[in-house]
């Protein structure tokens, strides 16, 4: 091992004196002790998740398993890929995101990196969003390698998938080159273990518009910032306006439309001075099928078009920049997709499907490598990204059903196809 891997196992060891943590490669940890321990790990996407990456890679070397760590460009984020069972074949992902939200801000009513327990439900951050499911995963691997399974699982877990299903784009780089893709894939991100074959894809973007200070008693002499600001996020509120009432729709979804939301905004410094500048951030969240661009295209074109003379006819140096920060597209399997239907097997019967307008890294393992998925895990995006985040214990256990029956049939057969 590297240096690096050694002083992270440094670090568990030290962790695991305290009451959260139990970890020991002897006691093949269940699943309440994989998710204490997870939990325990505040991988909050601003900050490192090597401990908790160690952590696994070690689990998984104690039974016998390979992994492989890709790296962000730092070295102190990484993605964790493993196969277990024939790795000449196609088989089934289980994916999940390491990273979790920040806790800044609100009111917990237990320690948010301490698994606590009451009235059925665990509380902790990341809990539902979506270390229950790596838990659940984990808790299947002495199984998985006991067993002779005719199709193999993969295991993949990714960092900063929060902030913008950052993480994921090395590992997908990473098995682009493989010779052999999983056929298919689960995304455990919280669903209450209902199928979602669709979701809605995004784009966010940071508009920093530039006028000319002057003094507030002599506005003509500047170029009000804030002003024009205002003016183009009128527009998107228009553009948003129009959506809700001409479409287009899918009924399937909570939220039926595309939408606009502006969420943040700051600028000018003093009453009396006309801002010289504003800067705030808008996203998108579309259906799989809409046309984004020529949304894109409609608000960069009011800027540049509308805006942007009547800026410059007071001052050329003003500007209006419009930067891309993230994007990930939508998910839309198709019904006819074997994954669906093996999946929706394995929770006990024909469920329907549902579609969500959160996104995940389903479409990019689509888009990017070929891979038909669907989202599906244990808990409710209700309780993702709030203080006081459970995972009801019902859910976990559906959750290991839906694995334990997984590997049964990887052991009788292979996949459909």
């Known amino acids: 091992r590297s240096q690096r891997s050694f002083s992270a196992l440094g670090c568990i060891r030290f962790l695991s004196l305290s009451p959260v943590l139990s970890y020991d490669l002897q006691m093949k940890p269940d699943r309440l002790t994989l998710l204490r321990d997870l939990v325990a790990f505040d991988t909050t996407s601003r900050h490192s998740n090597l401990a908790l990456i160690d952590y696994v890679q070690d689990y998984l070397t104690g039974l016998g398993v390979d992994s492989e760590l890709v790296f962000d460009e730092t070295g102190s984020k990484a993605n964790l890929y493993a196969t277990i069972g024939p790795d000449n074949i196609g088989g089934v992902m289980l994916s999940g995101h390491t990273d979790v939200v920040p806790i800044d801000g609100q009111n917990w009513h237990s320690d948010p990196f301490t698994l606590t327990e009451k009235d059925a439900l665990y509380f902790g951050r990341g809990t539902a969003d979506m270390k229950g499911f790596i838990a659940c995963v984990l808790a299947e691997v002495p199984r998985m390698t006991s067993l002779a399974l005719k199709s193999p699982v993969h295991i993949a877990l990714s960092y900063d998938e929060e902030v913008g299903c950052l993480g994921v784009r090395r590992l997908i780089e990473t098995l682009s080159g493989a010779p052999v893709l999983p056929r298919m894939a689960i995304i455990g991100e919280p669903t209450a273990m209902q199928v979602v074959c669709a979701h809605k894809g995004k784009r966010a973007f940071r508009v920093s518009v530039g006028g000319r200070s002057a003094h507030s008693a002599y506005p003509t002499d500047g170029v009000n910032a804030i002003e024009y600001a205002v003016d183009l996020i009128a527009r998107i509120r228009q553009l948003q306006a129009d959506i809700r009432v001409h479409g287009p729709f899918d009924q399937a979804y909570r939220v039926p439309n595309t939408t606009l939301h502006v969420g943040t905004i700051r600028g000018g410094s003093a009453l009396n001075i006309v801002p010289e500048s504003c800067v705030f951030e808008f996203e998108i969240r579309h259906l799989p099928e809409q046309d984004v ?65 959160f996104g995940s890294e389903a479409g990019l393992f689509k888009g990017e490598l070929g891979i038909p998925g669907v989202v599906c895990g244990p808990g409710s995006i209700q309780q993702a990204h709030r203080p006081d985040e459970f995972v009801a214990i019902e859910q976990l256990g559906i959750c290991a059903g839906m694995l334990g029956r997984l590997v049964d049939g990887l052991c009788e057969s292979s996949l459909p196809a």
């Not at 140096?317 to 929706?344: C, H, K, M, N």
């Open 293 to 357: 661009d020529a949304l894109v295209d409609e608000i960069t074109d009011y800027a540049s078009e509308t805006l942007l003379p009547a800026m410059q006819a007071a001052d050329p140096d003003t500007a209006i920049t419009i930067e891309s920060l993230t994007r990930y597209p939508g998910l839309a399997t198709g019904r006819d997709e074997p994954v669906i239907g093996f999946v929706q097997s394995l929770l006990g019967g024909d469920r329907s499907t549902e579609k969500i307008s």
